[in-house]
């Protein structure tokens, strides 16, 4: 069996998966201007762990999510704002893990044809 790298597999759509996903990710209504302030991003995060009923242990966990989140912001108003894909990204419910981190949960490995 071969093991795909999924590095970057939660920012990477298909075509398939682009098709069923694009009215679900442009329904969110994701402004991919750019520019939020610390505040409006942690009033996202704050809202987004309501939208997702996610709740953390601790303090230093939340932080951490936190990071996440932002991160992959960034990774996604980055991607909208170049204009050369087909679809575009939004926040979802997987938003505060790492790349590694949704790749170990939900990547696993693919068998050869």
């Given at each position: 069996?071969?093991?795909?790298?999924l590095?970057?597999l939660?920012?990477?759509?298909?075509?398939?998966?682009?098709?069923?996903?694009?009215?679900?990710?442009q329904?969110k209504?994701?402004?991919?201007s750019?520019?939020?302030?610390?505040?409006?991003?942690?009033?996202?995060?704050?809202a987004?762990?309501?939208?997702?009923?996610?709740?953390?242990?601790?303090?230093?966990?939340?932080?951490?999510?936190?990071?996440?989140f932002?991160?992959?912001?960034?990774?996604?108003?980055?991607?909208?704002s170049?204009?050369?894909?087909?679809?575009?990204?939004?926040?979802?419910?997987?938003?505060?893990?790492?790349?590694e981190?949704?790749?170990?949960?939900y990547g696993?490995?693919?068998?050869d044809?």
């Open positions: 069996m071969a093991a795909i790298r590095k970057s939660p920012l990477r759509l298909t075509n398939f998966m682009t098709k069923q996903l694009r009215p679900i990710i329904s209504g994701f402004n991919s750019g520019g939020h302030t610390t505040d409006e991003v942690k009033a996202m995060f704050e987004w762990m309501v939208e997702h009923k996610r709740v953390y242990n601790t303090l230093a966990e939340k932080e951490k999510r936190f990071q996440n932002k991160d992959n912001l960034k990774d996604i108003e980055k991607h909208n170049t204009g050369n894909s087909t679809y575009r990204l939004g926040l979802t419910k997987f938003s505060d893990m790492t790349h981190e949704f790749g170990r949960i696993g490995r693919i068998a044809p």
